[in-house]
């Protein structure tokens, strides 16, 4: 079963930004220690968590890795983000597959600046 979701953020620390939106993968070791730790917190639950370390910063990791015996793991698949002023849009497709070696499952952290 395919769910397309759209998450849409208002996000003050838009405005001023560069209009050119930027997100890079990153290593949850690399973060400051506020980022770490929140993200170590929700890292036993699955969905869309989301951070901003109060300057222009954002952070978003997208988490199907907890997958439960009898269930299917989800992943997420067609990534993308757009900016309309103070509107920050996160669009992906979250899939579910049986086969639990796929790399897709396990996708990485993201910030946005």
């Known amino acids: 079963m395919k769910k ?7 996000l003050l620390s838009l405005v001023g930004c560069s209009s050119e939106l ?7 070791e690399d973060t400051p220690e506020s980022v770490h730790t929140f993200f170590e917190s929700v890292e036993e639950t699955n969905g869309t968590h989301h951070y901003t370390d109060g300057e222009k910063t954002y ?3 997208l988490n199907g ?3 439960f015996q009898g269930e ?3 992943h997420f698949r067609n990534f993308r983000v ?5 509107i ?11 086969d639990y070696s796929n790399e897709t499952v396990n996708y990485p952290p993201l910030k946005f600046l």
Do not use: P
């Open 4 to 10: 397309t979701l759209l998450i849409s953020f208002f």
């Open 82 to 86: 757009d900016s309309e002023a103070e």
């Open 88 to 98: 920050l849009k996160i669009h992906f497709t979250e899939e579910e597959t049986d």
């Open 22 to 28: 930027s997100y890079s993968e990153i290593k949850l």
């Open 72 to 74: 299917k793991a989800i």
């Open 59 to 61: 952070y978003v990791m």
């Open 65 to 67: 890795k907890n997958v």
